[in-house]
């Protein structure tokens, strides 16, 4: 959710939270984000929190992979204009291939 959706909406997990509550926030920008939310998803299965189709879990995973295309786009972006190193291209590699796959099996596929 973009930070200004999730201060707005009083039913946003940020606004439903104590106010002794901890929380943790995890940023578009930071690289390791997607990875984290998807292991968060993992174990909210396994625990039996959640079911695959909750739209809890559906938005988590529809942030991840928005986080992980805006990270591809800027790389793009940064490989237009020569700009990569090894390790930027590895990982622009990297989100081409998961991002084509994900067309491919998701649901923008194309029979």
């Known amino acids: 959710m973009l930070k200004r959706d999730e201060l707005t909406n009083p039913n946003s997990c940020l606004n439903r939270s104590r106010d002794d509550e901890m929380l943790f926030v995890l ?3 930071d690289k390791a984000a997607p990875v984290v939310i998807r292991a968060w998803v993992t174990e909210r299965l396994r625990i039996g929190e959640n079911q695959v189709d909750d739209p809890q ?6 942030c ?16 237009s204009r020569g700009k990569l190193n090894v390790v930027e291209s590895a990982e622009f590699n990297l ?17």
Do not use: V, W
């Open 57 to 62: 879990i559906l938005e988590a995973l529809a």
């Open 95 to 111: 989100l081409q291939a998961t991002y084509f796959d994900y067309l491919d099996s998701g649901p923008c596929r194309k029979e």
């Open 27 to 29: 940023l578009g920008r």
């Open 64 to 79: 991840a992979r928005h986080m992980e295309n805006a990270r591809r786009i800027e790389l793009a972006e940064k490989k």
